[in-house]
Every structure is written in C-alpha cells, then in structure tokens.
C-alpha cells in the first residue's frame, strides 16, 4: 500500500512547516534555552524524512516501515518526554521552594500514569498493535497530565509563565490530548480507521507546530532575571500565622451553616 | 465501546482543562512575580475595614427598631435591603480570604524552602472556604442564616489583617528593609 497524493501533499506542508521550526529555534537562538526542545524539532524533521523515504519505496504495509514507524515513535516520544521535563524545570526551578516540592507532585503524578500505561498495555498484549497503541495512549495521558499539573502549580503560585513556553506547552498538550482521542478510535476500529488516524495524528502535530512558529516568529525576549528570593523566616513566622487565619475564617464559616 | 467514550470524555475534558490552565490571566501584568510595583497592602484584607459601617446595618437593635416602629412594608424591604448588605459582604469576605491566601502563595513562592504540610492545608482550605461561601450565600438567600454570626465572621477577618501587619511590621524591622520592595522583586 503506497500513499496517495493527498498524503504527499500532508507530508509536504508537515516538513515545510517543521523544518520552519527548526531553522527559527536555531535562529533565534532557542537552542540556548530548551536545548532539549530544540533537538526535539530537529529528531522531527529526520524522522518525517527517513519515514517517507522508505514509505515512498516500499509503502506503508511494508515490514521495514513497520519497524522504522515504531522504533522512531519510542524515539520521538522519548524525546517529548524530555522536552516537557525540561519545559517543568525552566518554568520552576527558579523559585527554589516551589520547585522542590513541585517536581515531587509532577513525579507521583507521571509514575501513577506511567504505570497505569504498563498495566494497561500489558493486559492487550497478546496483539502488537493493541499493545502499542494502549501503551501510546497511556505516555500521551501522562504527557498531557504533567503539562496541565505545571500550568495549574505555576497558576496557583503566580508564577508568571513566557508567552515562548506557555505556547510551546499547549502545542505538546494539544497534540497529546488529540492523540489519546486519536489511538481510542483506532483501538476501536483498526484497519478500517487507519486512514483517518493518520491524518489526524499528521494534522494535529501540524496545529501544535503553527503554535511553536507563533512562539518563535519574533526574537526571544531577554531572559527574565532570577527572581530575588525571601530570607527563609519570613515564610517561617508568616505562613503559620496566615494558615491560622484562614483555618479560623473556614471554621468561623462552617459554624453559620450549623442549624 | 465504553472504554472509547471515557477517554474521549478524558481527552476532551483534559484539552480544554490545558486550555484553561494555559491561558494569560488577566492580571498577570499585575502578578505579584511580574510586576515591581504592586503595593503589598493589595494583599491585605480591604472590605473589613469598613466592618464598623457594615456592623451597624446589620445590628440587631436597628432590626427591632423597625419591627416596632415602621409599617409591614417598610420593614420588610429593610430586611430585604440587609440581606443584600449581607450577601455583598459575603463576597467582600470571599475577596479578603483571597488576598490572604495570595499573601501566603507569595510567600511560599519567593521562599528558599517550603513547608509541604503548610502548603497542602492551604489548598485544603482554600478549597472548604469556597464551598462553604456558596452554603452561605445560599443559606442567605432562604433565610437561614443569622446576620450577626455574618457580622462575627467579619471581626474574625479584621482582626486577621490588623495581626498579619503588625507581624509583618515587626519582621520589617527586623530585616531592615521595607517587605514590599523585597515581595515584589
């Protein structure tokens, strides 16, 4: 099975679109940044080369673009996984506190989803297919958990997030969550989806990569300086005081309610 | 087929929660974070200051004036008028707790080490505050509850900002410099 010119014409936009990218993360000196995003957009690119290359000689049923989807997919996916790892420490990690007990959270949250993927594909093992595309659904649900658990911990304590890294977040979000929808249909329908679940799968990572070309269209603003810490007993003696407070207006609250 | 219609629930649900949580706030410009200039004082409770004004709309003695001396009427649009001070006071305490909770927030943001079980209860309570306003509001709205256990409540939240001050005051000078400049770099 070779593909049809509207998958030609998918492809050509897809690494038009991804080399754009790349070229700008280079450009505008992104790689200095989230080194670790940047070569993200650049593993994209070689896999949507080498991926056509052998779909285009020996089409897609064929078992070297079996092996080469997968393997790169693991590959990608990995690479992803790093990329949001990396995208969590430069959001966080300057607010010392914050960020000591966030990657704690952000951690309990990833294990719980990661094992719950390998209990999931381990019970469809039995047939390869099944097997990869619960485990995919499975890292997509903790990708896209891990990026919403940043979002809310950053939202809940001020943090201001860059307009750079909240868009290349909701790209790798957007595509993940599309993603989970994505393997549910197939999972329920297989072969005779297979179509539709490309295209979907091709033209959602499209969307998230028009989001990282808006985040990187103009030159990257100077890096915010590292925020200037409190000394440690002004939290010490305040947030007591202020949790005492706040206990004493709930319970102060919960009285009027009592008949 | 069900397990097809929960993760397109899920994915759904957790699209449009990405959505939500990634979206600029409108006051980020503001952000205590981002902005230089934001007074500390915002973060201090505001609407008990004027507990002494709400107090008095609300005393009981003024309640039984009316019984005594103004018409079936009068007195009932009185008490209608009271329960809307007390709901719009309900809500000036809602902002109070925020700004408190806000307080806390920043502190724990610009603090070198935080106290995960101090963290944790503040979410917590955070969360029972929310839903207890809504009991209230609604509890207010039939009737049932009190105008003076509202006016309690209210001295609770003015003693609360005139203590976190005077702490704040007393580890100003500790420091030996004023704390908003430090909170808002």
């Not at chain 2, 009981?60 to 018409?71: E, I, K």
Request: charged content about 15%.
């Amino acid at each position: 099975m070779h593909p049809v010119p509207s998958s030609y014409i998918l492809w050509v936009a897809g690494t038009v679109l991804e080399l754009l990218a790349a070229t700008l993360a280079i450009r505008h000196g992104l790689f200095r940044r989230l080194p670790v995003f940047t070569g993200y957009l650049f593993l994209v690119v070689a896999h949507e080369i080498g991926w056509w290359a052998i779909v285009h000689s020996s089409g897609y049923a064929s078992p070297p673009a079996f092996y080469f989807y997968w393997v790169s997919q693991a590959l990608l996916l990995s690479a992803r996984a790093l990329a949001i790892a990396e995208l969590c420490q430069s959001i966080l990690r300057p607010y010392r506190g914050v960020w000591a007990l966030a990657w704690r959270i952000l951690l309990v949250t990833a294990s719980g989803l990661l094992s719950y993927a390998a209990w999931a594909s381990f019970g469809n093992r039995a047939w390869i297919t099944l097997f990869i595309l619960t485990a995919q659904r499975g890292l997509e649900l903790a990708a896209v958990a891990i990026l919403i658990t940043l979002m809310l911990i950053s939202r809940y304590y001020g943090i201001q997030v860059q307009p750079l890294q909240r868009l290349i977040a909701l790209g790798l979000g957007f595509y993940s969550a599309v993603q989970i929808l994505n393997n549910s249909f197939m999972r329920e329908f297989l072969g005779h989806y297979f179509d539709w679940w490309n295209w979907v799968r091709a033209s959602s990572f499209q969307v998230a990569l028009v989001l990282w070309l808006l985040a990187l269209r103009k030159p990257l603003p100077a890096t915010a300086p590292a925020p200037a810490l409190l000394p440690q007993e002004i939290y010490d003696d305040l947030t007591p005081q202020v949790s005492y407070r706040l206990r004493a207006l709930n319970d102060r609250l919960l009285e009027m309610l009592k008949p | 087929m069900i397990e097809l219609v929960i993760f397109a629930g899920v994915a759904v649900a957790l699209l449009l929660l990405m959505l939500w949580a990634a979206r600029e706030r409108a006051g980020s410009q503001r952000s205590p974070l981002a902005a230089p200039d934001l007074p500390l004082e915002e973060m201090f409770p505001l609407h008990c200051r004027h507990f002494p004004q709400v107090r008095q709309a609300l005393s009981g003695p003024d309640d039984a004036y009316l019984r005594q001396r103004a018409s079936r009427k009068i007195a009932r649009r009185a008490r209608a008028e009271r329960c809307l001070v007390a709901r719009q006071f309900l809500v000036g305490i809602e902002e109070d707790f925020s700004r408190l909770n806000r307080l806390g927030r920043t502190l724990a943001a610009l603090s070198p080490r935080v106290n995960r079980k101090q963290e944790t209860e503040r979410v917590w309570l955070w969360l029972r505050f929310w839903i207890s306003c809504r009991l209230v509001s609604l509890s207010l709205r039939t009737g049932r509850v009190s105008v003076p256990r509202l006016a309690h409540l209210a001295q609770l939240v003015g003693h609360l900002a005139a203590e976190i001050e005077t702490a704040m005051g007393g580890l100003e000078t500790a420091a030996g410099k004023p704390l908003g400049t430090s909170l808002s770099a």
